[in-house]
């Protein structure tokens, strides 16, 4: 398996993709930023596994937490583009090692920072029209349920019948919410009003529900963003409950990091920030069945 897992022609729509995607955010006077791909820390977030050196060093699953303290020490609006790893993803739409876009807005709010990232998309794979769904409508569409009064139990049992086998209401909501996201077909919809306890570094408002969005494209999730939470003491305490639902589902501990807290307490100015697949918009670009087929060298021939 010497040989790539991209044609020519396909590393040469991702060259000019990536050149699309420099020009979009120099025409609107972004700050193009490198951060370290190999940190201290891991994310805590229990759904996702960081890749663990034998230096005691992770490789980075986002340059969110690198980002933000750039933003902390007076960045202005900011993105990246660049490799990122998660341990243990590999499947269609999924690649241990992938491209991310991941940009911050200062002054934005998740609905402005929404029709930037729809234009993005635009620019990327063609205009389209856009979709908006709140995620509680989304479920009950697909599902018939109300996730607000649904008992753990009924989710977990609605979960178990699409193949889960956790007994974490977490997980059953994340498996849920896929299945609908997949019925999305041939439609590009924002979902909206996330639960709180589903964005960990989001603002939560009064109602409960967190200023996040996702964009799904053809029932694929691509995009994820927040209005994003600044303040240090919630954000401590979310991380640290976040440690402790991985030693709960006895996933390997990641201590929360203390530079990103240390950040914040310093300030971090009112943004919003969101992180975009870059292989699987390109997919779509080239009309290709999996991200092996857009990158030189996929995880199997790596």
Same mark, same amino acid.
């Given at each position: 398996?010497?040989?790539?897992?991209?044609?020519?022609?396909?590393?040469?729509?991702?060259?000019?993709?990536?050149?699309?995607?420099?020009?979009?955010?120099?025409?609107?006077?972004?700050?193009?930023?490198?951060?370290?791909?190999?940190?201290?820390?891991?994310?805590?977030?229990?759904?996702?596994?960081?890749?663990?050196?034998?230096?005691?060093?992770?490789?980075?699953?986002?340059?969110?937490?690198?980002?933000?303290?750039?933003?902390?020490?007076?960045?202005?609006?900011?993105?990246?583009?660049?490799?990122?790893?998660?341990?243990?993803?590999?499947?269609?739409?999924?690649?241990?090692?992938?491209?991310?876009?991941?940009?911050?807005?200062?002054?934005?709010?998740?609905?402005?920072?929404?029709?930037?990232?729809?234009?993005?998309?635009?620019?990327?794979?063609?205009? /389209?029209?856009? *979709?908006?769904?709140?995620? %509680?409508?989304?479920?009950? $569409?697909?599902?018939?349920?109300?996730?607000?009064? =649904? !008992?753990?139990?009924?989710?977990?049992?609605?979960?178990?019948?699409?193949?889960?086998?956790?007994?974490?209401?977490?997980?059953?909501?994340?498996?849920?919410?896929?299945?609908?996201?997949?019925?999305?077909?041939?439609?590009?919809?924002?979902?909206?009003?996330?639960?709180?306890?589903?964005?960990?570094?989001?603002?939560?408002?009064?109602?409960?529900?967190?200023?996040?969005?996702?964009?799904?494209?053809?029932?694929?999730?691509?995009?994820?963003?927040?209005?994003?939470?600044?303040?240090?003491?919630?954000?401590?305490?979310?991380?640290?409950?976040?440690?402790?639902?991985?030693?709960?589902?006895?996933?390997?501990?990641?201590?929360?990091?203390?530079?990103?807290?240390?950040?914040?307490?310093? /300030?971090?100015? *009112?943004?919003?920030?969101? %992180?975009?697949?870059?292989? $699987?918009?390109?997919?779509?670009?080239?009309?290709? =069945? !999996?991200?092996?087929?857009?990158?030189?060298?996929?995880?199997?021939?790596?």
């Amino acid at each position: 398996m010497w040989r790539p897992s991209s044609s020519v022609d396909a590393l040469r729509e991702r060259a000019a993709m990536l050149r699309a995607v420099r020009g979009f955010f120099a025409e609107r006077d972004v700050l193009e930023v490198q951060t370290p791909v190999i940190g201290r820390h891991g994310v805590t977030d229990p759904a996702i596994d960081s890749m663990h050196l034998t230096a005691g060093r992770y490789l980075q699953t986002s340059p969110e937490y690198h980002m933000k303290r750039l933003l902390a020490a007076g960045a202005p609006s900011i993105y990246q583009v660049g490799p990122v790893f998660r341990d243990g993803e590999q499947g269609r739409w999924h690649n241990p090692e992938f491209t991310m876009v991941e940009w911050y807005r200062l002054g934005f709010d998740a609905p402005r920072l929404m029709i930037e990232v729809a234009e993005l998309v635009d620019v990327l794979i063609g205009s /389209g029209s856009y *979709d908006s769904i709140r995620h %509680a409508d989304l479920l009950e $569409r697909r599902f018939g349920i109300d996730v607000s009064q =649904s !008992s753990d139990e009924s989710l977990l049992e609605l979960a178990r019948g699409l193949g889960s086998a956790s007994d974490n209401v977490d997980d059953a909501l994340d498996l849920i919410f896929a299945d609908a996201v997949g019925a999305l077909r041939d439609r590009r919809v924002f979902v909206t009003g996330f639960p709180g306890r589903l964005a960990t570094l989001a603002r939560v408002n009064d109602d409960g529900l967190a200023e996040r969005f996702e964009l799904v494209v053809d029932g694929v999730e691509i995009a994820n963003g927040y209005h994003e939470l600044c303040d240090a003491d919630e954000l401590e305490r979310r991380l640290a409950s976040d440690a402790t639902k991985r030693r709960e589902r006895s996933r390997p501990a990641v201590a929360p990091d203390d530079r990103l807290i240390a950040a914040q307490r310093h /300030g971090l100015p *009112d943004c919003a920030g969101v %992180a975009l697949g870059f292989d $699987r918009l390109l997919a779509m670009r080239l009309g290709v =069945s !999996s991200i092996a087929e857009t990158m030189a060298f996929d995880w199997e021939r790596a």
